[in-house]
Every structure is written in structure tokens, then in C-alpha cells.
């Protein structure tokens, strides 16, 4: 394989075919996943953990002093009457008290919420999650089957347009479906099946988590896991290169696409495992040039100014948000294309091998 | 598609728009409006919860509200007012598969590079827009006249008029009970803290023996 050849032809499909990026677009955006934070757990813990804070002070911040007076009387006059005086808690105890507090909170969220309500708002919740899981396999389908049969046509001289493009994303949708979601779940179970002992090992020595032993186990068993999974996700990867694009061009069904897919990727492990790190290395080096250092530059010309004065922070400020959002349309149209860009090349890889193996075969 | 049948601009279709957001809104209005008798904060939280069920359900209601009137009579209530409706290259209307197509994926792929794909109805020859191209659907105006075109902009209007006034109304409703409710929620907070205060002394207590 010739990568440099190989970036050119992709360079130019990308400049040429516009309608490709929109697509390239819808892509990236249906693969992204949503990312959680848990973070605002630990603001409680930090409350908890603080000695010199008590909890008049606390009260005094969620609520008016003043209206506090007009109740039972300040918490702290009954903190000065019971002549309690604070003494370093143990984790043991500070465990308790947290477990404890929480079963106040609790309890007491019969005051706040309606509890059939809460039950009512969780179902609500499951059935939105399931309901977007759907329509979002559905999107990634259908835009993966686009890009790929647009990116076909655009290699062999045909008409680029979105209806063609569509064509492509229905055309095989239901093996490309089972193609994306089976070996995605199959796999997710392996790193369930082997995550597990891990949490096993950790709840059953939950008391004896500092010993050797167990640590010595729980390294090992983390590392072998890691190892497993990592070789898997290549494995995957490699495979549904090809797997994707045999699904596309030859209808082939998702079971033959990855079986397929799976001998072209053994066959040809050295020029795909290439093509995966060069266009890692050039996506890193895309975003670098055009994300992190721009924002390395800004963020120094906006600390620089922000000395001179508030004056300039308000001007940093509006401009700010007055750029965000062309700057927004900007990047999207760059994403989209450096989607298409990345596709295109696993296309112009996956054509030349077919080539290769018809040659081989003798048709 | 036949060449003599006309298609819908841009005006015609966003006037459409305008008058099913307003009949989607009619939910939120519900539950908005009952905020005005709120005076706790038991209520002023499952209210809101309500609200949050009503917002989370939103879309997907929209969707099926979508799907199952263009499908059916080819369009929802804002095409059908004002004489459009949405046909494949037959000329007929979609099957229910197709019309869910056009509404999910077909308005994810529009809404991309904040809605672009909406604004090429008015730079495509046939008023496509992309949500149309991909799923190769046609807007056309079958029965467009001034007065069905006068009925979507009163409708659009008279909606606007009736939720401006609402509004203020619940907003005068909201500033007399709102007092009500931060007293309430102080309240229970206030409950609560001497709940965890005991606990915390009952700890150092038991520490101290």
C-alpha cells in the first residue's frame, strides 16, 4: 500500500465531493457517546470531611439567618447549650455519620417529592434511554452505510448527492444493523465476563483490600484483563474495517461481512495496522494544530491582557462569545470532512485488496 | 415527480412549522400554568418532575405526532391547515416507515451545521431540504389558497397572543407565591439540618462515654 498515494486520492475526493461531509458530519456525531460525571459527590464529602465547618455555618448558607431566628433559634446557640466540643472523627465513624445523614435526606424526601411521582419520572427516564438508544443505532447505521457507498461512488466516478447517498445507508440496513450491534454486545459481555472477578474479588476482601495477597491477585488479574480486552478492541476494529465496507459494496450479510471481514484483515494485518497508526498520528496532529495550540495561544493572550485590565477581559469576554459560534460552524464543516478524509482512506484500502485477492483468485 | 406540480417554499413550510410547535407546546403550557397555584415546596418540586416527564416525552411524542399524521393524511395539523403535504416520487403518501425516517434521521441530518439543511429549501429548485432529499420526499401545495395561507398566520398569531397573556398572568401568579414557597423550603431544610445537628451530637456523645 502507498500512503502517500493513497492520502492524495483521499485529499482529493474530500475537496471534491462537499456533499460528503455532511455525512462525515452525521458520523461523527451519531458515534460519539455521552460521557457522566459523578463528580458532584465528592462537594458533599468535602463538606463532611471539613472540620472547622459546623452545621450553623453551613445552614446559614442555604438559608436566611434571619428567618432562622424567627424558628426554633440559631443551630448554634444548641451547638454552645450541649457543650459538645469537636474531636477528630475516624473514617470508621465518618462513614456512619455520612450513612446516617443520607438516611435523613431520605427519609425526609417524602416531604419534597411524591414517591410514586420519582418511580413514575425513573420509568420516563428508562423508556427515554431506550427509546434514544434506538433512534440512535438507527442514525449510526444509516449514516456509516452512507458515507462508505457515497465514498464507493465518489471513487468510481458516480453521482455524489445526499438521495444517493441514502440509497446506500437503507439499501443494506438491517445486515449493517446486526453488523454494528452484535459483535459491539458480544464483545461487551466478554469485558463484562472478565471485569467481574475483579469486582467479585473486591466486594468478598472488601475488610482485607490492604493485603499483599489480594493486591498481588487484583493486579494481575486487572493486567490479564486489560491485555484480553486490548487485543479484543484491535481484533474488532481491524475486522469491522473491512466488515463495514464488504456489507456496503457486496450486500453481504453481517454474519459473511464479518467472517469476510475477519480473512481480509488476517491477510492483510501489516498495511491495515499502517494505515490505522498514520492516521491516528495525522487526526492527533490535525486537532493539535487546529484545537489545542489555537487555544494554547488564546488562552496566553487572554491571561496576558486580563493584567492589563478589566476593561480587556470584557472585550476578551464579548469577542468570545461573538466567535463562539462561527467558530462553531467552522469546526463542524473541518469535523465532517475529517471524517470523510479518514473513511476515504479505509475505502481506497479496502478497494485495493478486493483488487488484489480477485487478481489472486484468478477472476 | 410530475413537473407540473408545484412545491412548497420556504415562508409556506416554516408557517406550518410555526403552528405545530405551538400545538406541541400545549403540554408544557398544562403544567406550566399550574405553577400559579404552587404555594409549596412539595408541589413546586413535583411540578417541576411533571414538567421534566412532559420535556422528556416531548420529543419522542413529537416524533409519533410526526410519523402518524404524514403518513396517514400526509402532513401534521400546520401542513394540513395550510394546504401542504408531504408525497414520495408517486405522488402518494409515505408508508409509516418512510415518514419515521424523514423525522428522525431526516431532521438529525437537517439540524446539522445549526439547521442548514432547513435553509436549502429555499436554494433547492425543488424545495428540498436535506431531511427531504434523503428520504426523496416532496413538500407540495395541494390547496393553498389566501385563505388557508390568512388561516395558519391568525392561528400562528392567535397562539402567540394567548400564550404572551398567559404568561404575564402566571408570572404575577408566581411573584405573590413564590415568598410562600422559599418560606416552605426553608423550612424543611431547616428540618432536616437539626436532624444530622442531633446526629452529629449523639455520635460525640457515645464517643465521649
Known amino acids: 500500500m502507498d500512503i502517500v498515494k493513497t492520502y492524495k486520492k483521499s485529499f482529493e475526493i474530500t475537496k471534491k465531493f462537499k456533499y460528503l461531509w455532511i455525512v462525515g458530519f452525521a458520523v461523527a456525531v451519531s458515534t460519539a457517546s455521552a460521557g457522566f460525571n459523578f463528580n458532584s459527590f465528592s462537594s458533599f464529602s468535602d463538606f463532611n470531611n471539613n472540620e472547622n465547618v459546623n452545621v450553623s455555618d453551613s445552614l446559614k448558607t442555604v438559608t436566611n439567618p434571619e428567618s432562622i431566628d424567627t424558628l426554633k433559634g440559631s443551630v448554634n446557640s444548641i451547638n454552645e447549650a450541649s457543650g459538645v466540643k469537636k474531636e477528630p472523627k475516624s473514617f470508621e465513624e465518618e462513614k456512619t455519620f455520612f450513612l446516617s445523614v443520607l438516611k435523613v435526606i431520605i427519609y425526609n424526601l417524602n416531604g419534597f417529592f411524591s414517591v410514586s411521582m420519582l418511580w413514575f419520572l425513573f420509568a420516563v427516564f428508562i423508556l427515554s434511554f431506550v427509546f434514544g438508544s434506538f433512534i440512535k443505532i438507527v442514525l449510526k447505521t444509516w449514516s456509516l ?74 493486579l494481575f488479574i486487572s493486567m490479564l484483563d486489560f491485555f484480553i480486552l486490548f487485543v479484543l478492541s484491535i481484533l474488532y476494529k481491524g475486522i469491522m474495517a473491512y466488515a463495514e465496507r464488504l456489507c456496503i459494496h457486496q450486500r453481504l450479510s453481517w454474519e459473511d461481512a464479518f467472517k469476510s471481514g475477519f480473512l481480509m484483515f488476517k491477510k492483510n494485518i501489516m498495511d491495515t495496522f499502517l494505515l490505522a497508526i498514520v492516521n491516528k498520528i495525522s487526526k492527533s496532529l490535525f486537532f493539535l494544530v487546529f484545537i489545542i495550540i489555537p487555544l494554547i495561544i488564546i488562552s496566553v493572550i487572554v491571561m496576558g491582557l486580563s493584567l492589563a485590565g478589566e476593561v480587556f477581559i470584557l472585550l476578551m469576554v464579548i469577542v468570545s462569545v461573538v466567535l463562539f459560534l462561527p467558530f462553531m460552524f467552522v469546526w463542524s464543516f473541518f469535523l465532517g470532512a475529517l471524517n470523510t478524509f479518514e473513511y476515504t482512506t479505509w475505502n481506497i484500502l479496502y478497494l485495493e485488496k478486493v483488487k488484489e485477492m480477485e487478481v489472486i483468485d484468478g477472476r | 415527480m410530475e413537473d ?206
Open chain 1, 145 to 218: 452505510g452512507a458515507l462508505i457507498g457515497g465514498i464507493f461512488n465518489a471513487l468510481f466516478d458516480k453521482k455524489v448527492s445526499l438521495k444517493e447517498m441514502s440509497h446506500y445507508g437503507k439499501r443494506n440496513f438491517k445486515e449493517m444493523f446486526l453488523l454494528l450491534f452484535l459483535p459491539k454486545l458480544i464483545l461487551s459481555t466478554i469485558a463484562f465476563v472478565l471485569v467481574l472477578p475483579v469486582v467479585l474479588i473486591v466486594i468478598l476482601n472488601f475488610k482485607n483490600l490492604s493485603s499483599p495477597s489480594i493486591i498481588v491477585l487484583l
Open chain 2, 4 to 209: 407540473n406540480v408545484k412545491t412548497a417554499g420556504y415562508l409556506l413550510r416554516l408557517l406550518a412549522k410555526g403552528i405545530d410547535i405551538n400545538i406541541l407546546f400545549i403540554p408544557f403550557f398544562i403544567v406550566i400554568k399550574y405553577y400559579s397555584v404552587v404555594k409549596t415546596t412539595y408541589a413546586f418540586l413535583n411540578t417541576t418532575m411533571v414538567l421534566l416527564v412532559v420535556i422528556l416525552l416531548a420529543v419522542y411524542i413529537g416524533i409519533l405526532y410526526n410519523t402518524y399524521l404524514t403518513s396517514r393524511f400526509g402532513g401534521t395539523i400546520g401542513k394540513l391547515i395550510v394546504g401542504l403535504r408531504v408525497v414520495d416520487e408517486k405522488g402518494e403518501f409515505l408508508t409509516d416507515r418512510r415518514a419515521f425516517f424523514r423525522c428522525t434521521v431526516g431532521y438529525f441530518v437537517s439540524g446539522l451545521f445549526f439547521g442548514l439543511g432547513y435553509f436549502w429549501i429555499i436554494k433547492d429548485n425543488k424545495n428540498q431540504g436535506w431531511h427531504d432529499q434523503i428520504s426523496e420526499t416532496y413538500v407540495v401545495q395541494r390547496g393553498v389558497s389566501a385563505m388557508s395561507v390568512m388561516l395558519g398566520i391568525v392561528s400562528v398569531f392567535a397562539f402567540i397572543i394567548f400564550y404572551s397573556l398567559s404568561f404575564y398572568s402566571l408570572y404575577q401568579d408566581m411573584s405573590k407565591n413564590f415568598e410562600y414557597i422559599v418560606t416552605d423550603f426553608r423550612l424543611q431544610i431547616n428540618n432536616i439540618m437539626y436532624q444530622i445537628k442531633d446526629l452529629d451530637n449523639s455520635q460525640d456523645s457515645s464517643i465521649k462515654l
